[in-house]
């Protein structure tokens, strides 16, 4: 009964689904546009289908057949890959593989192909294309798809973001090569941009080199990309809120930054939304304990970066981030067990986080740059992380739920799993259990473009609203029309509206690449850096007296020296690599020091025992021993 074009009913004002999908195989490709298949599938183009009646489940089959299984162990690739839908029967009997989350726009468009888009693109956009297909290399190798990469027409590009559009199995039996993708790569160079031409053409002959390996070629994309990233200036500008909702009493919400935050030369750099468990008595200690302890420990790792002389590689950086995860996880989980807390009485907290790493590069001009654009963006829980410009808004996070388990084991698809009673129960939270069963996704990006970074908690992502709502607040913000601040005021206020019952956290980064919008100021590495900060007027829930108690910490930077902490391991774990860029090693050894003093500060018993569970050589950086 509705115009395509409507975004709401037009008799009940409910936000409308245009679930598009892409219809795989040869028995889609001669079905006519304007057919309706199964009584429900509209054909809009050859393939690209809607679902007008996506309110119910798509058919499945009892066996899943063995193409759909690649789908399901990449699920962690969904920005770049399509998930399964289901299955619709032809008339002639035939099963036909359905796919959402294909690179279809929101007028059941197909995005442009790689190709169609590469000799208008940007030299950083140019490069990140590549540095991102070759980072799908090995894990759809692993799964024998990598055919998939080298199809142009399943190349397709949204923005900064490239996406295929199906996989592929590969059909040869042995897996294809390096050289496979070099050649692959080939028809582009010659329309690459002046900046980046030769040094592209250099990496792809060595890429030819069947000596080479993988982490040479990867090494060398990355500081090209860098290089190429840092010749842009970037504007950041953040604000953070968070509120207790309508119907509950206490705020187990955290945030950083927040209402009335204290100048910190982290922000704008570092952005934080934890939503804690355990009620309040617990929940919001989590959170805070949390956001507190990484305020203390990301500076030591800004500090070292800014110091390298050679690009630090993010495999590297990413681990230690995972390090610091796994500190403020057995902080809570140690408190947990100090006070005999069981079952759903532990007290835990989700946490997504978003740190702009400056880190300083040599520019493919020749000059010296503060800043590489590099965001580091890492999540446990339910809460989420979003990449919103004029023209799309993209989810970058997975949950950890029982429904992307399900599929994460390739035993369910994700529309099929969403039908049971715990689909959205948690997998993943901080101090549920010791730090050795925490999975930490973290994804590196770079910022091309300019966009809004949102970080919320399932307060405001809850029944979609931010999918149905983006435009009302991002092209009035990019735009100039809307303050950040009124921003993130009126995505609480949708969120009291829609999902009042549960508190609400919201951060918003404004990303600018535009030297009109530069306001320099003292950063913590003493460099010069273009930020600016700003908070809304939103009232903030104090602590409840009890879980103030909880809680007692002395947090303060001058009582607890910068911690920046690697994981605590058991002898069998697998062990990090031992050959480090230059002062990373003091890093890795100084912080391992530093976090456990931070650790034994908070809890000095629990610590003792904690200790005694470590191996040898981390036992002898306990404080208790020096």
């Known amino acids: 009964m509705n115009p395509i074009e409507e975004r709401v ?77 289901g299955f619709a029967v032809s008339e002639d009997g035939g099963n036909i593989l359905l796919l959402e989350n294909a690179p279809i726009d929101a007028t059941g468009n197909l ?32 799964q024998r798809v990598e055919q998939s990469l080298l199809i142009p027409d399943n190349l397709r590009v949204q923005g900064w973001c490239v996406r295929l559009l199906e996989l592929y199995p590969t059909q040869t039996d042995e897996k294809l090569s390096l050289p496979d993708l070099a050649q692959s790569w080939q028809p582009w160079l010659a329309l690459a941009q002046p900046q980046v031409a030769q040094s592209l053409q250099n990496i ?72 804690g468990i355990g009620g309040h008595q617990g929940g919001e200690v989590a959170s805070q304990m949390a956001v507190q302890s990484l305020k203390l420990q990301i500076p030591a790792l800004l500090a070292e970066v800014a110091e390298q002389t050679e690009p630090v590689a993010p495999k590297l950086l990413q681990e230690q981030l995972e390090a610091s995860l796994r500190v403020v ?34 520019t493919i001009s020749g000059w010296q740059s503060d800043n590489a654009h590099e965001l580091y963006l890492a999540n446990i829980g339910d809460s989420r992380a979003y990449w919103i410009t004029r023209n799309y808004c993209q989810l970058l996070t997975v949950d950890d739920d029982v429904a992307w388990r399900e599929v994460r084991y390739g035993r369910s698809l994700y529309r099929q799993a969403l039908q049971r009673l715990d689909a959205t129960a948690l997998t993943q939270a901080l ?53 950040l601040a009124e921003a993130v ?8 509206q829609k999902n009042g019952h549960d508190n609400t956290s919201v951060v918003l980064t404004l990303c600018r690449l535009s030297k009109e919008y530069l306001v320099p100021v003292t950063s913590l590495t003493s460099s010069v850096e273009i930020v600016e900060t700003e908070t809304p007027a939103v009232e903030e829930t104090d602590l409840a ?32 690599p031992v050959v480090l860029v230059g002062g990373l090693l003091a890093l890795l050894v100084g912080s391992t020091t530093l976090g ?31």
Request: charged share 20%; proline share 7%; with cysteine.
């Open 9 to 85: 009913c037009i008799n009940c004002q409910t936000p409308l689904i245009h679930r598009y999908l892409w219809a795989t195989g040869n028995l889609a490709a001669n079905i006519s546009p304007e057919t309706q298949v199964a009584e429900r599938y509209e054909v809009i183009k050859q393939q690209i289908w809607l679902d007008t009646q996506p309110g119910l489940p798509a058919e499945t089959l009892q066996d899943l057949p063995k193409a759909v299984i690649p789908y399901l162990k990449l699920y962690q690739q969904h920005l770049h890959l399509p998930q399964v839908y």
């Open 489 to 496: 005021q009126n995505l609480i206020n949708l969120a009291n």
């Open 431 to 483: 101090g549920t259990k010791d730090a050795e069963s925490l999975r930490v996704t973290i994804q590196r990006f770079i910022i091309d473009e300019e966009g809004l970074l949102l970080l919320c908690s399932d307060g405001l992502s809850d029944n979609d609203w931010v999918e149905n709502s983006w435009q009302d607040f991002a092209i009035p913000v990019l735009s100039g029309e809307l303050s």
């Open 596 to 626: 456990l003093l931070a650790w034994w500060r908070f809890n000095p018993q629990t610590f003792q025992q904690a200790c005694q569970k470590l191996p040898q050589p981390v036992q002898s950086v306990c404080p208790q021993n020096q």
């Open 111 to 142: 995005y442009p192909t790689i190709t169609d888009a590469w000799e208008q693109a940007t030299a950083l956009r140019q490069v990140y294309w590549l540095w991102q297909i070759l980072q799908l290399w090995q894990p759809l190798a692993e």
């Open 204 to 275: 792809v002959e060595q890429m030819c080199d069947r000596t080479v390996n993988l982490e040479k070629i990867t090494t060398q994309l990355n500081t090209l990309l860098l290089s190429t990233a840092g010749e842009l200036p970037l504007s950041l500008q953040v604000v953070g809120a968070t509120d207790i909702g309508t119907e509950l009493t206490q705020n187990e919400d955290t945030c950083y930054p927040s209402t009335d935050e204290p100048y910190d030369p982290l922000i704008p750099r570092l952005s934080m939304v934890c939503d």
């Open 329 to 362: 996880n057995n902080l809570i989980c140690y408190r947990n067990d100090e006070q005999k807390r069981q079952g759903r009485e532990r007290m835990a907290t989700t946490l997504v986080m978003a740190l702009q790493l400056p880190q300083r590069i040599a």
């Open 545 to 576: 007296e009890s879980s103030q108690a909880l809680l007692d910490l002395d947090l303060t930077a001058e009582a607890i020296p910068v911690p920046i902490s690697t994981p605590v391991k058991k002898p069998h774990r697998r062990k990090k």
